[in-house]
């Protein structure tokens, strides 16, 4: 595709896969920001992450500075969030209007790392609690993000596997969904 005309078809096109690609890349940017917001935090650039009000089940501070949160790749986890959120929003986003026809792989892509992160934020949000007994609201956030966004991505991914099948009416179905 040329690039003039994926910018206009991201930018102005209009169809419910589209419309779905872009609150999956706006999630993906929300999951980045509060990764950005941890890594700010778990790097001594801010000394505090406020917390809800009233709320003893959440306690970013501890969780964020605690083992769980430095225990992978010697590294926090605040930058490996902002680097996996960027990477979704990147899937969500390459390909034209009707890529699920045109591309199928790009959406069977997407929609195969977002299976595999709203795994892995379920299984960190089970470490998390079990290790501190609190949670990152944070990071929490984040884990919605990631399972909004793949209940969002079933049906630009069930258009593409239907192409790749090559199942009939798949243009009428882009259009319908």
């Not at 890349?25 to 917001?37: A, D, F, R, T």
């Not at 000394?47 to 709320?55: A, E, F, K």
């Not at 992978?72 to 929003?89: H, Q």
């Amino acid at each position: 595709m040329e690039p003039q005309q994926l910018s206009q078809e991201l930018r102005e096109g209009k169809n419910p896969h589209m419309t779905r690609r872009r609150a999956i890349i706006g999630l993906s940017m929300l999951g980045g920001s509060m990764g950005q917001l941890v890594t700010l935090y778990q790097t001594g650039i801010v000394n505090h992450l406020p917390d809800p009000p009233g709320q003893k089940i959440f306690d970013a501070d501890r969780v964020d500075a605690s083992n769980y949160a430095y225990s992978r790749f010697n590294s926090p986890d605040g930058p490996i969030m902002v680097v996996n959120y960027a990477l979704t929003a990147w899937l969500a986003a390459a390909g034209g209007l009707d890529r699920a026809r045109r591309n199928p792989l790009l959406p069977i892509a997407m929609g195969i790392k977002l299976v595999l992160d709203s795994a892995i934020a379920v299984e960190l949000a089970r470490e998390e609690w079990a290790e501190n007994k609190a949670f990152c609201e944070y990071c929490q956030v984040a884990t919605l993000a990631s399972l909004a966004s793949l209940v969002l991505a079933v049906p630009e991914v069930l258009t593409a596997i239907r192409t790749l099948k090559g199942g009939k009416n798949v243009a009428a179905d882009a259009s319908s969904q």
